[in-house]
């Protein structure tokens, strides 16, 4: 039985990173003192859900947890670093702090280490999310325990309504782009200066014209949606953002 310990201290650990190329240690102390942190947990970099939907949705949505109070979001596995790294990178995941347990310390002290000897993975860490203030566990959400890797309680979404049932998520922007496009630079500066994060999406690498016209209907970049709407070039988001 999985234990939910909130009211308690985080467990006092040293995790070892690789930060430039050099070995970086970083205490429980140093990640979770004086701080307010959203931490979850997941079985494996790499693996299908935590890829596709646990660490985007936490990503996608740091600049809301952030506009709410939350300092930091911390994502941990029982993974070695140099795994974690590579896999911060895959993701682009700027936005949340890979934390490697490759002992596993922190995932056991929590109570949340499992068997997984039948994927081939060995002890790894049962999914779950915290919210964690100055060390202590304010609340969490644990997967239940089932067969298979269930995900419906640890993810971004509930977190956040937990935090603030009202919170105001910031709009999702794509916008297709090539090099050396001035209408592109426009766009871009544009976004940048309304503080809206945005997805680029540069023409080349198997993204070309005909991908651009399937799914906005031109060729001429840029192209802009913002929650799936298609906005379309520059002029057509300036005027855009006219009415906001």
Known sequence: MLSNREGQ?????????????????????????????????????FTP????????????????????????????SVN????????????HSDNVTLIPDGNGEFTEGMGMLVDKKDLGFGPR??????????GTIDKMFIEPEVPGDPFEVS????????????????SFVSLFTKPGCPYCAKAKKMLSDRGM????????????????????????????FIDGKLIGGSDDLEAYLATL
């Open 197 to 224: 994060g945005y997805e680029e999406i540069v023409l080349g690498d198997g993204i070309t014209t005909k991908t651009l016209r399937a799914v906005s209907g031109e060729a001429t970049t840029p192209q802009v």
């Open 80 to 91: 070695d670093t140099f795994v974690m790294n590579e896999w911060a990178k895959s993701q």
């Open 125 to 134: 860490s049962w999914r779950y999310s915290m919210l964690v203030k100055d």
């Open 9 to 45: 201290k985080v467990p006092n650990v040293t995790f070892h990173t690789r930060v430039n190329d050099e070995w970086v240690d970083k205490t429980t102390d140093e990640l979770f003192g004086g701080k307010t942190v959203v931490v979850f947990s997941l079985p494996g970099a």
């Open 155 to 170: 993810d971004a979404e509930t977190m956040l309504k937990y935090i603030n049932p009202d919170a105001k998520k910031a």
């Open 49 to 76: 859900t935590c890829s596709s939907t646990h660490l985007p949705g936490y990503n996608d949505l740091a600049p809301v947890f952030k506009a709410n109070g939350v300092d930091e979001i911390v994502c941990i």
